[in-house]
């Protein structure tokens, strides 16, 4: 199995405000909002990198509202207990702060912001609709006059993602983190790749009385499993595109030597990572693999 060792390259974009970055590029910084200038040094880097060496450039979204995260608002974890949801769908306005971000990468593209060549996504129904809002453009997805309610290729508006097990949220006792059937999401998903091996029933999530929440160790060590399968099927890939959660997502960030940071409902982050496969007898001296 390869390892890999990563490297945060943090000058390219200020992880501020989302209601800031979301009016803007993004974040990217200096100069602002120049991405040819930023995709001649990102191709500048690929090119001077030796061997089993790469930068990836990674769009890391979080999922719009759902319909969990309302009952945690209004009943907190006591609530989520006793209204318990299996694999909740976006809320209204869920789709709507999808759209927003969808609009805010049209805009970004418009100007020069380079498209993902890879998309992947958590199995959860909340995660893969929020890819398909933000990213079904690029596949010719319909949409009513309120462009939301009407759609082509299923909830995943048409995109081709692949769906990573290992980059789903962190495995609370709450039944929201557990998944749907994949038999059941590729009626409701048509334009999603599932990878084999898959299990049609959810292995990972337990109830409380089998399993507890899943440690900040286990959390970190298994969404580094899932970056592990996202490099391994994005290997000559600069641009890609990754849609999880808020606890996935810190795990994501600390696996790649990102600072995690909250993430709040329909953000999404730009990471430039500088990825370096590792001989296997020293991966166990590299702490970002």
């Known amino acids: 199995m390869v390892k890999y060792s990563y490297t945060h390259l943090d000058e390219f974009f200020v992880l501020s405000q989302w209601e800031e970055d979301v009016q803007g590029p993004f974040g990217l910084s200096p100069p602002p909002g120049d991405w040819e200038s930023f995709k001649a040094k990102i191709k500048t880097l690929n090119d001077a990198c030796p061997p089993g060496e790469r930068v990836k450039v990674i769009y890391a979204a979080r999922h719009g509202q759902a ?28 789709r709507s702060q999808a759209y ?44 009513d ?35 749907c059937p994949i038999s059941t999401l590729k009626t409701q998903f048509t334009s999603f790749n599932y990878p084999e091996g898959m299990s049609d029933e959810d292995e990972i999530w337990k109830p409380v009385e089998v399993r507890g929440r899943e440690t900040e160790d286990e959390l970190v060590a298994r969404r580094g499993e899932g970056i592990r399968e996202v490099l391994e099927r994005s290997q000559n890939n600069t641009y890609i595109s990754i849609t999880s959660h808020s606890g996935a997502l810190r795990g994501i960030y600390k696996s790649l030597n990102v600072v995690p940071r909250k993430i709040i409902v329909g953000e999404m982050n730009v990471l430039v990572i500088r990825v370096k496969q590792v001989p296997e007898s020293n991966s166990s001296l590299n702490p970002g693999h």
């Open 100 to 143: 927003q971000t969808r609009l805010a990468l049209q805009r970004e593209v418009g100007r020069g912001m380079p498209l993902p060549e890879k998309w992947f996504v958590s199995p959860l129904k909340r995660a893969g609709e929020t890819c398909g809002i933000e990213w079904g453009w690029l596949f010719h997805d319909e949409y």
């Open 145 to 179: 006059r309120d462009g939301l309610k009407a759609w082509k290729g299923g909830k995943g508006h048409g995109v081709d993602a692949t769906v990573i097990e290992n980059i789903r949220e962190h495995l609370h006792v709450h039944q929201c983190d557990a998944r």
């Open 67 to 94: 319909e969990h995260n309302v009952i945690a608002d209004k009943y907190g974890e006591v609530g989520q207990m006793q209204h318990p949801i299996l694999d909740p769908d976006l809320t209204s306005l869920g």
